[in-house]
């Protein structure tokens, strides 16, 4: 069965600081690894991920694969009280995507 | 472009009765797959559908059951409707149908409670 572990499952930092999310998967015919941010609504898309080692930015977000270590980490670097939601990765196969539990980020000022 | 919507977005029932939620995808949008997430179990893959095909499907009962049709809206049903169905209904849309995946897109969700 597929399976997609978060770590921390939840984070209290302050503005300013930089933190990272863990995500490993174990997803057969694993084809791509997607974050997602979700505050109190839909989750909104962050990033896909299907090579190794390739980063992708998106301002003070940046996302990386290891499909060798079976892992991806998404690092928010000069927090802001905006980026506190849940984080939530999946990995996708076979026209799904398999979630874990997410982690909770809180940013206080 | 309009986002993914979903109806209705709350619903109250009551154990046994059944419920049909309904999503239709971002335009041009043709796979539609389906989320049931709550605090305990996260969020969790239902179905997904494609040219009125279903390709995958989760580990849920057969009380749960969904169906696309031509103009690639989607819905889902619950029947015999049971405590721990409360949950968030999501569904997603994505545009390439011939990748395994693809950029899912999220609607807002259907928040259905069961007394």
């Known amino acids: 069965e597929d399976k997609v572990v978060q770590s921390p499952l939840s984070l209290v930092v302050h503005e300013g600081d930089t933190v990272t999310l863990n995500c490993s998967y174990e997803?057969?015919?694993?084809?791509?690894l997607l974050w997602y941010k979700q505050e109190k609504k839909a989750p909104t898309f962050l990033f896909m991920l299907t090579s190794s080692g390739i980063e992708k930015k998106s301002g003070r977000l940046s996302s990386i694969l290891d499909k060798k270590e079976l892992f991806s980490i998404l690092n928010i670097t000069a927090t802001q009280t905006g980026d506190s939601a849940v984080y939530l990765c999946?990995?996708?196969?076979?026209?799904?995507?398999?979630f874990g539990k997410g982690t909770l980020l809180t940013v206080n000022p | 472009k309009a986002g993914v919507t979903q109806t209705p977005r709350y619903l109250i029932k009551t154990r046994g009765q059944q419920v049909t939620l309904s999503c239709s995808p971002i335009s041009g949008h043709r796979s539609v797959s389906w989320y049931q997430q709550t605090p305990g179990q996260g969020l969790q893959f239902l179905f997904e559908?494609?040219?009125?095909?279903?390709?995958n499907k989760g580990n849920f009962p057969g009380r749960f059951s969904g169906r696309q049709f031509s103009n690639s809206r989607s819905e889902m049903n619950v029947s015999t409707l049971e405590l721990g169905d409360s949950a968030l209904y999501l569904c997603?849309?994505?545009?390439?149908?011939?990748?395994?995946?693809?950029?899912?897109?999220f609607g807002p969700g259907t928040r259905l409670t069961v007394l």
């Open positions: 997603a849309s994505s545009l390439v149908p011939r990748e395994s995946t693809d950029t899912q897109y």
């Open positions: 559908y494609f040219s009125e095909t279903q390709r």
């Open positions: 999946g990995g996708g196969s076979n026209y799904k995507l398999t």
């Open positions: 997803v057969t015919n694993f084809r791509s």
